[in-house]
């Protein structure tokens, strides 16, 4: 049984989400993030780069404790306001014919701790480390965990009837994605949502490993401390936004690698045999049609891959994810790539038109060989989660993208 719980959010008022709401910060290029920072006062980017107002890189405890500050600031100034009464926080995100509708809740560590919330990728304990110093220090948590459910009509009820009213949010990023933010205080409509997720066996983490990893870790040290601890504090939960799967979207990580291990592209090409049947492709652009095949652009020509079943065996969900299959045959005894994480001869890439950068960037000699793939499916994350099991890095890269700021987790 899930737990799901409300809260009192802290939230920018009616007439600032719009100029408040940010994207996560790696996304801005240099020359994007001075402008905001210089002409947004109000953007949520002040809090999470507080070194610009002193106009000096700041960095670890320092910077921690000037978060804060800056988040006491927003606070001060009635940038923020908190809520009265705990809420749950229906948020719908909207760009061409993509719709996604879930909710902000808080999240029971405990649940993490027991596997009812579900893994499939590893963290660095010392990330972890790192990020719970920083949520002990900031007091806050502004970065959802991701986390999937299936579909279900009474959650589903309750949000329809909710999206019929006029919404607390209702704005239009520059990017051109409509974000709108209901909240849902009646006891009747917090008891129902609660009661579906109490009938779940499991939630499915789709990004946010470290945050929920670090999440937990904070709350087995502050539990330590706390003579008087009882399971209700803050702490013993974490911020999530849960959807359904039907509304997410999973997208491929292409892998480009630097060179081919010494080896000529004919004997490469040779060794590739062993696994995979060879179609060179003459139609242009090539992309996999399918899983276990892949697409890989070699020497100014596209070649599809489809995997010899005879020559490798499934003995697990994770022997059968693409992203396992390029590793066990190519990556790693072919090409020498054993450290997918941290070895910088290999790259990713992902979104709109990647192919074509994968393509020039091996054209341009960047690296000798590019490979594409299917993307990975709902269900075999699950399959992955369910089992124990943990995928490659890069194995996913899932929409939606929440904007910060609009919802914040005090602990």
Same mark, same amino acid.
């Given at each position: 049984?899930?737990?799901? #719980?409300?809260?009192?959010?802290?939230?920018?008022?009616?007439?600032?989400?719009?100029?408040?709401?940010?994207?996560?910060?790696?996304?801005?290029?240099?020359?994007?993030?001075?402008?905001?920072?210089?002409?947004?006062?109000?953007?949520?980017?002040?809090?999470?780069?507080?070194?610009?107002?002193?106009?000096?890189?700041?960095? *670890?405890?320092?910077?921690? /404790?000037?978060?804060?500050?800056?988040?006491?600031?927003?606070?001060?100034?009635?940038?923020?306001?908190?809520?009265?009464?705990?809420?749950?926080?229906?948020?719908?995100?909207?760009?061409?014919?993509?719709?996604?509708?879930?909710?902000?809740?808080?999240?029971? +560590?405990?649940?993490?701790?027991?596997?009812?919330?579900?893994?499939?990728?590893?963290?660095?304990?010392?990330?972890?480390?790192?990020?719970?110093?920083?949520?002990?220090?900031?007091?806050?948590?502004?970065?959802?965990?991701?986390?999937?459910?299936?579909?279900?009509?009474?959650?589903?009820?309750?949000?329809?009837?909710?999206?019929?009213?006029?919404?607390?949010?209702?704005?239009?990023?520059?990017?051109? +994605?409509?974000? #709108?933010?209901?909240?849902?205080?009646?006891?009747?409509?917090?008891?129902?949502?609660?009661?579906?997720?109490?009938?779940?066996?499991?939630?499915?983490?789709?990004?946010?490993?470290?945050?929920?990893?670090?999440? /937990?870790?904070?709350?087995?040290?502050?539990?330590?401390?706390?003579?008087?601890?009882?399971?209700?504090?803050?702490?013993?939960?974490?911020?999530?936004? @849960?959807?359904?799967?039907?509304?997410?979207?999973?997208?491929?990580?292409?892998?480009?690698?630097?060179?081919?291990?010494? @080896?000529?592209?004919?004997?490469?090409?040779?060794?590739?045999?062993?696994?995979?049947?060879?179609? #060179?492709?003459?139609?242009?652009?090539?992309?996999?049609?399918?899983?276990?095949?892949?697409?890989?652009?070699?020497?100014?020509?596209?070649?599809?891959?489809? @995997?010899?079943?005879?020559?490798?065996?499934?003995?697990?969900?994770?022997?059968?994810?693409?992203?396992?299959?390029?590793?066990?045959?190519?990556?790693?005894?072919?090409?020498?790539?054993?450290?997918?994480?941290?070895?910088?001869?290999?790259?990713?890439?992902?979104?709109?038109?990647?192919?074509?950068?994968?393509?020039?960037?091996?054209?341009?000699?960047?690296?000798?060989?590019?490979?594409?793939?299917?993307?990975?499916?709902?269900?075999?994350?699950?399959?992955?989660?369910?089992?124990? @099991? +943990?995928?490659?890095? #890069?194995?996913?890269?899932?929409?939606?993208?929440?904007?910060? *700021?609009?919802?914040?987790?005090?602990?």
């Amino acid at each position: 049984m899930a737990v799901i #719980k409300p809260f009192k959010a802290i939230r920018p008022t009616k007439d600032k989400a719009f100029f408040v709401a940010s994207r996560s910060y790696e996304e801005y290029s240099p020359e994007e993030l001075q402008a905001i920072l210089q002409y947004n006062p109000f953007s949520f980017l002040h809090i999470i780069n507080p070194g610009y107002k002193f106009e000096k890189h700041i960095t *670890g405890k320092e910077r921690f /404790h000037l978060v804060r500050n800056r988040y006491l600031e927003f606070l001060e100034e009635n940038v923020f306001l908190k809520d009265q009464d705990p809420s749950f926080y229906l948020y719908q995100i909207h760009k061409g014919d993509f719709k996604s509708l879930g909710f902000f809740c808080a999240c029971s +560590v405990e649940d993490y701790r027991n596997d009812i919330i579900k893994k499939h990728e590893d963290t660095i304990h010392h990330r972890e480390e790192l990020f719970a110093d920083y949520l002990h220090t900031v007091g806050f948590n502004a970065e959802p965990v991701l986390m999937t459910y299936p579909d279900n009509p009474t959650v589903d009820e309750i949000f329809q009837r909710k999206i019929q009213r006029e919404p607390e949010y209702d704005f239009t990023t520059t990017d051109k +994605v409509n974000h #709108k933010l209901w909240k849902i205080s009646y006891p009747e409509g917090i008891e129902k949502l609660q009661k579906a997720f109490e009938g779940l066996d499991a939630l499915y983490i789709a990004d946010g490993h470290h945050r929920s990893a670090s999440s /937990h870790l904070l709350a087995q040290q502050l539990q330590n401390e706390n003579p008087t601890h009882n399971g209700t504090e803050p702490y013993n939960f974490f911020m999530a936004y @849960l959807i359904p799967e039907s509304q997410i979207n999973i997208f491929e990580f292409n892998r480009m690698v630097k060179d081919l291990n010494g @080896l000529s592209k004919e004997e490469f090409l040779i060794r590739l045999d062993e696994h995979f049947r060879i179609e #060179k492709r003459s139609d242009g652009l090539c992309k996999p049609s399918k899983k276990h095949e892949f697409s890989m652009y070699l020497g100014h020509e596209f070649y599809t891959l489809h @995997l010899r079943r005879t020559n490798y065996q499934f003995s697990d969900a994770l022997s059968q994810l693409d992203t396992q299959i390029l590793y066990k045959t190519i990556l790693e005894p072919i090409l020498g790539i054993l450290d997918l994480r941290n070895d910088k001869r290999i790259s990713y890439g992902y979104g709109k038109n990647n192919l074509i950068k994968m393509k020039e960037s091996v054209d341009r000699g960047e690296y000798a060989v590019g490979f594409s793939l299917v993307p990975t499916s709902v269900d075999e994350i699950k399959a992955i989660a369910d089992a124990g @099991l +943990v995928m490659p890095p #890069k194995s996913t890269y899932i929409e939606p993208k929440l904007r910060s *700021g609009l919802a914040i987790y005090e602990l």
